[in-house]
């Protein structure tokens, strides 16, 4: 059985900042492509950054110079590096990551959900 675990996340003021992990664990070959989501109520989830294996890093246009996501691939854990937050970046965030439990198995795996809430 394969689990992400998030911590990390709470109450902060605009401006503030936050540090996101997910981890990792269970029986996994390997661990492709790790990112974040997020929803804010009445919204759809939509993605705010992810980060291959390699280290190559993609982000959202909403947190772009804002947010950095990086991962430690000998931990099995992703981190968001969250500053100059707004209130517009409240919401449950999801940690997501395509793992391979065997050369002939992939899956797409969430974490519970974290909640962060900006404050103005």
């Known amino acids: 059985q394969v689990q992400l675990v998030e911590s990390g996340g709470g109450l902060v003021q605009a401006g503030g900042s936050l540090r996101l992990s997910c981890a990792a664990s269970?029986?996994?070959?390997?661990?492709?492509?790790m990112g974040w989501y997020r929803q804010a109520p009445g919204k759809q989830r939509e993605l705010v950054a992810d980060?291959?294996?390699?280290?190559?890093?993609n982000y959202a246009d909403s947190v772009k110079g804002r947010f950095t996501i990086s991962r430690d691939n000998a931990k099995n854990t992703v981190y968001l590096q969250m500053n100059s937050l707004e209130p517009e970046d409240t919401a449950v965030y999801y940690c997501n990551a395509v793992i391979r439990r065997s050369i002939w198995s992939r899956g797409d795996y969430w974490g519970q959900g974290t909640q962060v809430t900006v404050s103005s």
């Open positions: 980060i291959t294996s390699g280290g190559s890093t």
């Open positions: 269970g029986s996994m070959f390997s661990i492709n492509n």
